[in-house]
C-alpha cells in the first residue's frame, strides 16, 4: 500500500518543488527588475542559482531512482531550508514564509505513509526558519517566535486533518470488505445446509472442466424425504437436510472437495482428482456415518434412520459439466430403482 501511495503522491510533490523552484530560476522573465531592486547580496546569487538547479534534478531522481529516496529527500530540504535562510537573513523577503509553508504542507501530504521520508524533508526547513530568525537578530525575536508557531500549527493541524482521513477512509473499507464477502457468502452458500449452492457448485464444476482437472461427483437425495416431513413436520425436515450437509462435510477428505445443495433434498459433493473407486469409498463412507448418526426416519421402507441414495460419475475428456450431472443423476435414479440406501456408478 505503502509503494503504492507513493508512487501516486510523489510525482506530485516532485511537480511542486520543480514549479517553485523554476520560479526562482525564471525570476527575472517573471518579475519586473527582481534581483536588482531587491537583492543586496549579488554573491549569493549563483549559490542559489546553483541550489535551484539541484532541486530540479533532485526531484526529477526522486521519480526514477526508488533506493535513495531518504538522501535526495533530505537534500531537496536542506537547499530549501539555505534558499530560505539567504530569503529572510539576507534580503528580508516575506514570500520565504508562504513558500516554505506550502513545501511543507505538500510534504505533509505527499508523504503521509512514508514517515522517515516526511521527517527528512520537514525538519531542514522547519528549523531553517528558527535559524535564521536568531542569526538575523541575535537572539529568540517574538515575531519570529509567532511565525515558527503558526507554521508548526498548520502542519500538526494539516497532518491531525489527514489522519482522521485516513481512518474515516480504512473504516469504510473494511465494512465495504465485510459487506462483500457477506454478500459473496449470501451469492455462493446455501443458508439452511451452510454448503455451496447451485450456482457455487456449477461454478466449481466449470472451472474444474476447464482446467482439464480428473474428480468425481456424487449426486445423493434423501430416501423419502416426503414422507419425513409428513411425519416430523417441515422444521423437523430442515434440520434433518443440515444434519446430513454435515454429515457430507465430515466424510469428505480434502478441503478442495465441494459439497453443495443441488435444490430440495438433492445433493452433489464433487471429489477432486478422485476415480470413481475412490467416489464410491467416500459413498461407502457416508452411508456408514448416516448410519451412526442415526436419524430416526420411522416412516422409511428401507432403515429406521435416515438414508441416502448415491449416483457416482467420473468426469472424462470431452464430458461437460451438464453431461456429468446428467451421468450421476442417471446413477442415482438407478440407486432408487434398485431399492434406495445404496450407491450406483
Ligand atoms: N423440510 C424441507 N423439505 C424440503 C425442502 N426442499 C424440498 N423438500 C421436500 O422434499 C420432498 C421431496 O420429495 P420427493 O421428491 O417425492 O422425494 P422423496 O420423498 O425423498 O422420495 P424418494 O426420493 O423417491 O425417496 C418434498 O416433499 C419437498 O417438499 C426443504 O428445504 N426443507
Redesign the pocket.
Known amino acids: 500500500m505503502v509503494r503504492q501511495a507513493l508512487s501516486q503522491s510523489l510525482p506530485w510533490l516532485a511537480f511542486v518543488n520543480i514549479s517553485f523552484a523554476l520560479l526562482i530560476a525564471l525570476r527575472d522573465q517573471l518579475f519586473d527588475q527582481f534581483d536588482t531592486s531587491l537583492l543586496t547580496h549579488q554573491a549569493l546569487i549563483p549559490i542559489i542559482e546553483t541550489g535551484i538547479y539541484l532541486i530540479i534534478a533532485a526531484s526529477l531522481f526522486l521519480l526514477l531512482i526508488k533506493g535513495m529516496r531518504l538522501v535526495l529527500l533530505t537534500l531537496i530540504s536542506l537547499i530549501w531550508a539555505l534558499c530560505g535562510y539567504c530569503f529572510v537573513v539576507y534580503w528580508q523577503l516575506p514570500f520565504a514564509y508562504p513558500l516554505g509553508i506550502i513545501l511543507l504542507l505538500t510534504a505533509t501530504a505527499a508523504l503521509y505513509f512514508y514517515p522517515a521520508g516526511l521527517l527528512c524533508y520537514l525538519l531542514p526547513l522547519w528549523l531553517a526558519i528558527p535559524v535564521a530568525s536568531f542569526q538575523l537578530n541575535q537572539s529568540i525575536n517574538h515575531r519570529f517566535a509567532i511565525i515558527w508557531l503558526i507554521f508548526t500549527l498548520i502542519l500538526l493541524y494539516g497532518r491531525y486533518i489527514l489522519l482522521r482521513w485516513f481512518n474515516e477512509a480504512w473504516l469504510r473499507y473494511e465494512q465495504n470488505q465485510l459487506l462483500i464477502s457477506r454478500l459473496d457468502l449470501l451469492a455462493h452458500q446455501d443458508a439452511?445446509t451452510a454448503t455451496a449452492n447451485r450456482r457455487a457448485l456449477e461454478q466449481h464444476l466449470a472451472q474444474a472442466i476447464s482446467q482439464q482437472r480428473p474428480f468425481s461427483l456424487i449426486m445423493l437425495?434423501?430416501?423419502?424425504?416426503?414422507?419425513?416431513?409428513?411425519t416430523y413436520g417441515?422444521?423437523?425436515?430442515?434440520a434433518?437436510?443440515a444434519a446430513v450437509a454435515a454429515v457430507l462435510k465430515d466424510a469428505v477428505r480434502t478441503p478442495e472437495d465441494v459439497v453443495g445443495r443441488y435444490?430440495?433434498?438433492e445433493f452433489v459433493v464433487m471429489l477432486l482428482d478422485a476415480t470413481t473407486a475412490q467416489a464410491e469409498s467416500v459413498a461407502e463412507r457416508i452411508q456408514q456415518q448416516l448410519q451412526q448418526r442415526g436419524l430416526e426416519h420411522a416412516a422409511s421402507d428401507v432403515a429406521t434412520h435416515v438414508t441416502v441414495?448415491q449416483g457416482i460419475a467420473s468426469a472424462a475428456p470431452g464430458v461437460s459439466a451438464e453431461q456429468l450431472i446428467t451421468q450421476a443423476d442417471q446413477a442415482l435414479y438407478r440407486a432408487?430403482q434398485r431399492g434406495?440406501n445404496r450407491w450406483v456408478s
Not at 221 to 230: G, I, L, M, P
Open positions: 439452511l437425495d434423501v430416501d423419502y424425504f416426503k414422507r419425513y416431513n409428513d417441515h422444521q423437523a425436515g430442515d434433518c437436510l435444490g430440495g433434498e441414495s432408487k434406495r
